[in-house]
């Protein structure tokens, strides 16, 4: 895919200027196809397509969490993995805003408020990640181990299968 055929986001001018090799995938979006409709999309396993979601604690304090798309937060585990009393999805207005990106392309990278970013555990033991690039439609591929050193994740262990 060359230079021209996906779309310079904020999230790929960040990993562009943190030096982070990706690999471009674009797909086409499906409102609430979510992460299964994507690795369908591009022949991977859902488990290895990442969703960045955006959670408040309960005085409001914003934060990202990266999770296997075949799974679910506990936000009952989040909570205690932090020491905050609860912790539940930011309104999509609110996750807009502070990310400047769109529920549906929300990326990590490149955020327009810098926010604590928890990372499932088991996503670094992958080989590969796709993960939001910042649009609807359009994955970056990854080494994950890159989320730990761009983003100075914290590991958590707060995933549950869905199902």
């Known amino acids: 895919m060359s230079h021209k055929d996906f779309p310079v986001t904020n999230g790929v001018r960040f990993l562009r200027q943190h030096k982070v090799s990706f690999v ?5 979006y499906e409102p609430h196809g ?4 994507a690795a369908k999309s591009l022949g991977v396993q859902e488990h290895a397509v990442i969703k960045t979601l955006v959670m408040e ?3 409001k304090k914003p934060l990202l969490v ?27 207005k609110t996750a ?13 990278f ?6 604590s970013v928890y ?6 033991s992958l080989p590969r990640i796709y993960i939001n690039g910042g ?16 983003l100075s994740s914290k590991e958590v262990e707060v995933g549950n299968p869905i199902g």
């Open 24 to 28: 471009p995938h674009l797909y086409p």
């Open 135 to 150: 649009k609807r439609g359009f994955l970056v591929e990854i080494d994950p181990k890159a989320l730990c050193t761009v």
């Open 57 to 59: 604690t309960f005085d």
């Open 96 to 108: 807009e805003r502070l990310t400047g990106y769109q529920v549906g392309g929300i990326s990590p």
């Open 66 to 92: 990266l999770m296997h798309g075949d799974c679910e937060v506990s936000t009952q585990k989040l909570a205690r993995a932090l020491g905050v009393k609860d912790v539940n999805p930011a309104l999509e």
């Open 110 to 115: 490149g955020t327009r408020t810098v926010l």
């Open 119 to 124: 990372v499932e555990k088991s996503i670094l």
């Open 34 to 37: 979510g992460t299964g409709h």
